[in-house]
């Protein structure tokens, strides 16, 4: 028997493959071996997790973190401590909404210094492409970023600029010729400005006011100018947050064709539906915006039958200022959801009612993100030669989102008040315990992954 750090069993071990009592050896950070339940040497320590489930620890793909520059909204302390809570031991920062962005090699570095030292799970990062910076993108690849963000409508700061289709031919053939992704904000401007004249008039404070003013057809649109773009490109595609069903025979089109094209929702189109929610109630404002109930049970669909691949938080806090809670104003308020502490309850709530069990859950919230982040060799799975990123949970428990158990930085999203079901127990980073039964246990160890 090779000496080993640790061990962690349960009679429920998630696999790709299966569900069953199994044994995870530990040595140096890294699963050396998956072995039977009773295989654990009295001379290692041993964590035994009993019937707890124990599967790959969570990759997000999506988050805001928003430091430097608007640390105030978000940064990378409390975003890593609340993604730890729920099981996440990846996340990978979005380029934008923080100052500068990054979209240069000196933001990057910005991005990096912001980061150090203060990140409780392991941190990846995107770049951006915004108009006019396609000399940056070799040397940000080069740097480490993962793949590019891109916004096809204004991205709601400054320093983030949308992109033309103009602007997307001239990147793209860059970003196709080293291999990388292009992950795609997909609405388009000239719908969501025709709409504005219908809005005269209309009351902000109701969120179907709000609803006309991101119409479908904005995100439809879009859709469609990417899938053609990704055909004639052959570039790899990313259609991130998913909120339009309209989408869904294009896509399914799409992977029938064998396109290089993926797709993502996120929890709160799946759990929330735009008929549910009350005037003012602007901590469910987010672009594009929570569609109708039917639309939500479409991207269920869509989710059993893979034409979306994924499912992310999109975790986009702002300070609660910014979200106009004493006027209700859904025009004016900032659109993003503070949702990174919950996503594996919410999503294990809304599919375990739907007959999806743990594996999909895996897939969708581990395996997937990974491979869009070109993680996969090691990050989203339990086996032989990967990460130790573990999380330890409870299905069958459940819980009462209250604010005082928030550890991101603005205690205010939507889910407050929700029954959830998935109980975190602990969350282990490359064999480290970072997080048990509401404690924080080491003390910072994420690493930057940029290599």
């Known amino acids: 028997m090779e000496s080993l750090d640790l061990i962690i069993r349960s009679h429920r071990v998630v696999t790709p493959e299966t569900i069953e009592p199994a044994s995870v050896h530990i040595r140096d950070s890294i699963i050396v071996a998956l072995a039977g339940w009773d295989e654990a040497?009295?001379?290692?320590?041993?964590?035994?997790?009993?019937?707890?489930?124990?599967?790959?620890?969570?990759?997000?793909?999506?988050?805001?973190?928003?430091?430097?520059?608007?640390?105030?909204?978000?940064?990378?302390?409390?975003?890593?401590?609340?993604?730890?809570?729920?099981?996440v031991t990846t996340l990978v920062d979005m380029p934008l909404n923080s100052i500068p962005p990054t979209?240069?090699?000196?933001?990057?570095?910005?991005?990096?210094?912001?980061?150090?030292?203060?990140?409780?799970i392991d941190v990846a990062f995107w770049g951006g492409v915004v108009p006019g910076n396609t000399p940056e993108l070799a040397f940000l690849?080069?740097?480490?970023?993962?793949?590019?963000?891109?916004?096809?409508?204004?991205?709601?700061?400054?320093?983030f600029s949308h992109v033309t289709e103009a602007n997307l031919r001239e990147a793209v053939p860059e970003l196709s010729a080293r291999g990388s992704v292009l992950l795609v904000h997909a609405e388009v401007p000239e719908p969501i400005e025709n709409?504005?004249?219908?809005?005269?008039?209309?009351?902000?404070?109701?969120?179907?006011?709000?609803?006309?003013?991101?119409?479908?057809?904005?995100?439809?649109?879009?859709?469609?100018?990417?899938?053609?773009?990704?055909r004639e490109t052959r570039a790899r595609v990313h259609i991130v947050h998913l909120s339009s069903a309209d989408t869904l025979p294009l896509l399914r089109a799409a992977r029938d064709e064998g396109l290089p094209l993926t797709v993502e929702t996120c929890p709160h189109?799946?759990?929330?539906?735009?008929?549910?929610?009350?005037?003012?109630?602007?901590?469910?404002?987010?672009?594009?915006?929570?569609?109708?109930?039917?639309?939500?049970?479409?991207?269920?669909?869509?989710?059993?039958?893979?034409v979306i691949d994924m499912v992310v938080s999109d975790h986009s806090p702002c300070t609660p200022a910014l979200k106009l809670e004493e006027?209700?104003?859904?025009?004016?308020?900032?659109?993003?959801?503070?949702?990174?502490?919950?996503?594996?309850?919410?999503?294990?709530?809304?599919?375990?009612?739907?007959?999806?069990?743990?594996?999909?859950?895996?897939?969708?919230?581990?395996?997937?993100?990974?491979?869009?982040?070109?993680?996969?060799?090691?990050?989203?799975?339990?086996?032989?030669?990967?990460?130790?990123?573990?999380?330890v949970w409870h299905p069958e428990k459940e819980f009462k989102v209250v604010p005082e158990d928030i550890y991101f930085r603005h205690k205010l999203t939507p889910y407050t008040g929700m029954n959830l079901r998935g109980v975190v127990e602990a969350t282990y980073v490359r064999g480290i315990k970072v997080y048990g039964q509401g404690q924080f246990i080491a003390n910072t160890p994420g690493a930057l992954l940029t290599s």
């Open 327 to 391: 006027t209700g104003d859904f025009l004016q308020a900032w659109g993003g959801i503070a949702a990174l502490q919950f996503t594996l309850p919410v999503m294990w709530t809304g599919a375990q009612a739907r007959g999806f069990g743990l594996r999909q859950l895996t897939q969708w919230m581990s395996g997937a993100p990974a491979q869009l982040a070109g993680l996969d060799k090691r990050k989203g799975r339990l086996a032989r030669g990967y990460d130790a990123d573990i999380v």
């Open 269 to 306: 189109y799946l759990t929330f539906a735009a008929e549910e929610i009350p005037d003012g109630a602007t901590r469910y404002k987010c672009c594009p915006p929570v569609r109708e109930r039917e639309n939500r049970e479409q991207l269920w669909g869509a989710l059993k039958e893979g």
């Open 41 to 87: 040497p009295s001379h290692v320590a041993l964590v035994d997790a009993g019937d707890a489930v124990v599967m790959p620890g969570l990759v997000d793909t999506h988050v805001h973190v928003n430091e430097p520059g608007r640390t105030q909204w978000e940064g990378f302390a409390t975003a890593t401590r609340g993604a730890a809570a729920c099981g």
């Open 195 to 230: 709409a504005a004249a219908s809005l005269v008039g209309s009351n902000p404070q109701d969120y179907q006011t709000f609803l006309r003013s991101r119409p479908r057809a904005s995100e439809n649109e879009a859709v469609a100018l990417m899938v053609r773009l990704c």
């Open 141 to 159: 690849l080069a740097a480490g970023v993962r793949g590019f963000k891109c916004f096809l409508v204004p991205s709601g700061v400054e320093e």
């Open 103 to 120: 979209t240069t090699q000196a933001g990057f570095a910005a991005k990096r210094a912001a980061a150090q030292g203060q990140c409780w």
